[in-house]
């Protein structure tokens, strides 16, 4: 027997939310999903009426709607933002060049403005050549940080006043349970935050996460439903990530108990710090005065590793030698011999 909407108990269901269990026509599926974005929005102001705002775009399921629904939201409640789109060309063949191609459509079918920066033309290497040189296990640390760099840089750029990200409520899970599993007790105090800010001398752009409260099941449905063009292919770099282990406890956890997603971003908020909890203090890197808590800056940690061979210089913690390395002063054989190598 066919099931009647809950809401509006005119039509018949074609769904059943993973994230409340109601059944759903998709009319009103639609107006629930835009109106939890929206609710997002505007209790936690991530916008001003004139602003400026790049929506960070890789072509996938999660951007791709985030750019359609700040589209019509943008316009249903009149917010009066200034809305672009901003890609990151990371050169990774028969993965980032598809992709790119999605969002190019978007382009035109949402008629926004596209800028794309790429890894090549800001760090001189492609994910490509970089895996040549670290392998697979780690190049995902690379592209983590190269990309982030990258979305500040294009849009410093485009000069515009906030970057939105496609980050959904099973990635800041995610993250949550990373962050506890790694100690990073300064990512885990921050990591849940629906809005950073920014704006200052270090080159930062103020980000948002509109859809942190969505989960990555109705992102799908929603897409499907809309019939939105998009690429779905994994990154191939990718099954090695840290990042995995964590997705597969997390999806067993929803198995059992739905709300687990929630559940998780709700401790992670609500999680306060003992007194005398050393943090880390922000400042700018010496050389490319992009924000860091060291003296250089993971980027071009990072960067100066692939530069002189030694991949392994900004993979874990070699602030001691922050000094030598701004000072161009050479490694002993036995550090070069250290850094030299990744597994592969």
């Known amino acids: 027997m066919p099931v009647q909407c809950s809401s509006c108990a005119c039509s018949r269901a074609v769904l059943k939310r993973p994230k409340t ?33 790049a929506i960070g775009a890789s072509g996938g399921k999660d951007s791709t709607v985030l750019a359609y629904v700040l589209k019509v939201l943008n316009e249903r409640y009149d917010y009066g933002l200034n809305l672009l789109l901003l890609s990151v060309d990371e050169g990774i063949t028969g993965y980032r060049d598809h992709s790119l191609e999605a969002v190019k459509t978007n382009q035109q079918q949402y008629d926004l403005p596209l800028k794309i920066v790429s890894y090549e033309e800001l760090y001189g290497w492609t994910m490509d050549a970089i895996v040549k040189q670290v392998g697979v296990k780690n190049n995902c640390t690379f592209c983590g940080v ?15 006043d906030k970057i939105c990200t496609g980050h ?8 949550v349970l990373m962050n506890v599993l790694r100690g ?10 629906v809005s950073t800010a920014g704006g200052g001398s270090d080159g930062v752009v103020p980000r948002c996460k509109p859809l942190k409260y969505a989960y990555e099941k109705e992102i799908v449905l929603y ?10 292919t994994e990154c191939v770099y990718s099954p090695n990530a840290y990042r995995g282990h964590a997705r597969t ?21 609500n999680l306060s710090l003992k007194e005398g909890v050393k943090m880390p203090v922000q ?31 900004g993979i874990g913690k070699h602030h001691r ?8 002063q050479p490694l002993t054989p036995v550090e070069e011999e250290k850094m030299k190598t990744l597994e592969f």
């Open 21 to 53: 269990g109601h059944s759903l026509c998709k009319g009103c599926f639609f107006w629930a999903f835009e109106e939890e974005t929206h609710r997002t929005i505007t209790s936690a102001r991530l916008f001003d009426r004139g602003e400026t705002v």
């Open 146 to 160: 190269f990309r982030r760099q990258a979305l500040d840089r294009g849009a410093v750029m485009l000069n515009v």
């Open 168 to 175: 959904n409520a099973d990635d800041v899970a995610e993250t």
């Open 184 to 193: 990073d007790v300064a990512r885990l105090n921050r990591c849940t935050a």
């Open 223 to 232: 897409a499907y439903f809309k019939k939105l063009h998009y690429f779905s």
């Open 249 to 269: 406890f997390l999806k067993d956890l929803e198995a059992v108990r739905p709300s687990a997603i929630a559940d998780v971003i709700h401790s992670g908020e």
């Open 283 to 313: 400042g700018t890197c010496s050389r490319c005065g992009y924000i860091s808590s060291q003296a250089l800056c993971k980027s071009c940690v990072l960067l100066e590793g692939l530069n002189r061979g030694l991949p392994k210089l």
């Open 321 to 328: 030698l922050h000094g030598r390395i701004l000072a161009r």
